[in-house]
């Protein structure tokens, strides 16, 4: 198992080429307890945040994730409307036992043009 502290902040970048946009497909995913080291008073717990930017930009919140209320979500795609999506896992308890949020995903980067004549 995975021990972290309190505090404990990861974040990943996806960055397509100029053109693509990203998909992000959770295959799995399970949302349970675990042994945090320090007791977590937040609203929300550890925390999984999608962003449809390059950066933690919070007006480009894609989907948000709470160990504390948000249901676990499969076989499910998250599509950025640029080339790239910034992942954000914060825990502020730490764990003795791994993250309370454990999931499982792949990502790929599709051509972004469109076909055909635009419909105004």
């Not at 791994?98 to 980067?109: M, T």
Request: charged share 25%.
């Amino acid at each position: 198992m995975l021990r972290y502290a309190p505090g404990t902040n990861c974040s990943y970048l996806l960055r397509g080429e100029p053109g693509q946009i990203v998909r992000l497909h959770f295959e799995k995913m399970k949302i349970s307890k675990k042994t945090p080291i320090k007791d977590d008073v937040s609203d929300c717990g550890e925390r999984l945040i999608l962003y449809d930017s390059d950066w933690a930009d919070p007006e480009r919140i894609v989907k948000a994730f709470c160990s504390h209320f948000s249901e676990a979500k499969e076989n499910l795609d998250f599509v950025t409307s640029g080339r790239s999506l910034y992942i954000s896992f914060v825990s502020p308890s730490g764990s003795y036992s791994g993250s309370s949020i454990y999931y499982w995903a792949i990502y790929d980067f599709h051509d972004a043009s469109l076909d055909g004549e635009r419909i105004r």
